[in-house]
């Protein structure tokens, strides 16, 4: 039967060697520089291990020198990214392009057409885990393409903003019992998830406006957007201040929430709450 690539115990080595070589520069020499054959721009290889009959993948380091960029190609047996360094572009076919900084691990499915490359303004360095079957190369990257990727990214960024922004602005009127604007900003089919239920835009429109439940005040900690085309998912850590059944407890809590665009404007579609572990509540 055909070995694919077993990935865990070589993810874990080579993070944590990473990790305890952290104060070097680079683990690995910077290799070869490569020969320009399916990529353009300086890409430099360190091959770490080869395939063989034991292990059915091998390790190569590639250091991408700003602007470099492989052509489209694909993996028979799959690949996995490990970035090390900088911060660069991933992108299948038929997909958004990803941006990948150190610390990320990027899947490469079987057989499916992508690239990957650094950014025309920084460089960036990773380790490729790539299963013991020919890499099948297919066209080059559009330079046009290419160059205008910084404005698709710098545009994510901006939407990202927006989004955070708009869920600032929900907290607000949650906690002043704005059902005017939540009733905008809720999606028609939107979905509320409680920790004593779960229900629909009317109910939670009708909770917070009698005071059943009552967000007086939600201490941001952390938030990260991920925005995938007209949809957006925001994570909060939070700790909410709230009156529920004319009590107040104070409670830590991960805010799941999901926005979806329509004519322009972005709707909260769902929102979710789960307590975190450790925290202090009371009155």
């Known amino acids: 039967m055909k070995k694919y690539i077993s990935y865990s115990a070589i993810l874990f080595s080579l993070l944590l060697c990473r990790q305890l070589n952290a104060q070097d ?11 320009n054959v399916h990529h353009t721009g300086d890409v430099w290889l360190y091959h770490v291990s080869d395939a063989d009959k034991t292990f059915d993948y091998s390790i ?22 490990i970035i090390t360094e900088g911060i660069g572009f991933y992108q299948e076919r038929g997909k958004q392009v990803q941006t990948v900084k150190k610390g990320d691990v990027v899947h490469c499915a079987a057989g499916v057409a992508h690239w990957h490359a650094a950014t025309p303004n920084t ?3 990773y380790l490729a885990i790539t299963g013991n079957e020919p ?50 900003l809720f999606h028609e089919q939107s979905v509320f998830v409680h920790m004593g ?26 938030v990260s957007v991920n925005v995938m085309g007209n949809t957006a998912i925001l994570l909060n850590n939070i700790t909410l201040l709230a009156v529920v059944g004319g009590n107040e407890v104070t409670n830590p809590f991960e805010v799941t929430e999901v926005y979806v665009k329509e004519d322009g ?7 979710s709450f789960t307590k975190l572990l450790g925290g202090d509540s009371g009155k």
Not at 206 to 214: A, D, L, N
Not at 265 to 271: E, P, R, V
């Open 60 to 81: 190569v380091q590639a250091v991408f020198a700003k602007g470099a960029k492989l052509d489209w190609h694909k993996h028979p047996a799959g690949q996995q990214l």
């Open 197 to 222: 239920g779960s229900w629909g835009k009317e109910k939670e429109l009708s909770v917070i406006e009698s005071g059943g439940i009552w967000y007086k005040k939600a201490d941001v900690k952390e």
């Open 25 to 35: 520069d680079s683990t690995f020499p910077k290799g070869e520089k490569a020969p």
């Open 135 to 184: 890499t099948e190369w297919l066209e080059p990257v559009k330079e046009e393409e290419f160059n205008s990727i910084e404005l698709t990214i710098s545009n994510t960024k901006n939407v990202e903003k927006e989004i955070m922004d708009l869920s600032k602005k929900k907290w607000d009127w949650m906690a002043d019992k704005n059902v005017g604007q939540l009733d905008d």
């Open 265 to 271: 404007n972005w709707k909260l579609s769902a929102l």
């Open 123 to 125: 460089g960036v360095t």
